[in-house]
């Protein structure tokens, strides 16, 4: 199953919440659908190859143990790059994931597909504070993990995927952790991405933008109730292009080459 990607332009920006996604990696981006494309034919754009240097960085999980991606070949791999104190969007990516995950694992293909979420904040998602986040989705899926890395490590793997980050005065008055309580002393402007790998590591395709999360999707109330007004707005009145996890499915279905039912 080949992937149409269609461009996207004209997004607003705000902290924390999704912006134009450079596309120096060579991928395109969905938002608002997914389609098949029958022609047979070929699309660079659709099949690029991970370079040795990304695939082989030394992710973490939050035991310290190293995670590359080149560790799940074989499998899918979607990636979500997650900031865990982020008020606006990335609350709503992870719980579409998480519950993409669930739906993987129950139709017994959770060892055929991998979900990251990849902090853009290693200065603050440290390993203890990743634990949590992960946590807070109890019981997580064993197909979803939390990753951090070194910053250096995190800064060559987001470039190479066009994500970007810009750190930005916090809100006044400014936001607390929802895990220590600490009063936050900065936010991060970042692009809202979802990555997906095939099994041989090649990057397939992505959805843009804020996710539309539907009635019944788990968002643990520490991070319903952390949301900011953006926030809240996202999560009531979500965008008409707007993803979804039945789009997510609908693109790794492709990939497996299996239905998978939300």
């Known amino acids: 199953m080949s992937l149409a990607v ?12 999704s912006g134009a996604t450079d596309t120096s990696s060579g991928a395109a981006s969905i938002q608002g659908g ?16 991970l370079p040795p240097n ?26 979500s790059d997650v900031m865990t104190l982020c ?11 998480v519950q993409a995950a669930r739906a ?19 200065q603050r998602d440290t390993p203890a504070q990743l634990a949590a986040y992960r946590q807070l989705f109890a019981p997580p899926p064993a197909d ?9 490590n995190l800064a060559a793997l987001w470039k190479n995927f066009g994500v970007w980050s810009q750190k930005v005065p916090e809100s006044n008055p400014p936001a607390k952790n929802w895990r220590t309580g600490e009063t936050l002393t900065y936010d991060l402007d970042h692009s809202d991405d979802v990555f997906f790998i095939d099994q041989n590591l ?3 395709t992505l959805l843009d933008g804020p996710a539309h999360v539907v009635q019944g999707t788990q968002l643990p109330s520490a991070l319903q109730s952390y949301l900011s007004d953006t926030g809240h707005q996202n999560l009531e009145h979500p965008s008409a292009d707007a993803w979804t996890t039945q789009q997510v499915l609908q693109i790794v ?4 080459h299996h239905s998978i039912p939300q």
């Not at 269609?6 to 919440?17: K, Q, R, S, V, Y």
């Open 87 to 97: 008020q606006e969007t990335c609350p709503l990516d992870t719980a579409n994931l």
């Open 253 to 256: 279905s492709g990939l497996v």
């Open 202 to 204: 090649h990057e397939q």
């Open 104 to 122: 993987v694992e129950k139709a017994g293909l959770g060892d055929q597909v991998e979900f990251l979420s990849v902090t853009i904040d290693p």
């Open 6 to 17: 269609f461009m996207t332009a004209g997004l607003a920006l705000a902290a924390c919440a």
């Open 144 to 152: 979803w993990a939390t990753l951090t890395g070194a910053p250096d």
């Open 54 to 79: 990304i695939v082989n960085l030394p992710l973490l999980d939050p035991s310290g143990r190293a995670e590359p991606l080149s560790a799940f070949k074989g499998k899918v791999i979607v990636v």
């Open 34 to 49: 997914v389609s098949t494309n029958d022609s047979g034919n070929g699309n660079d754009d659709m099949n690029i190859a």
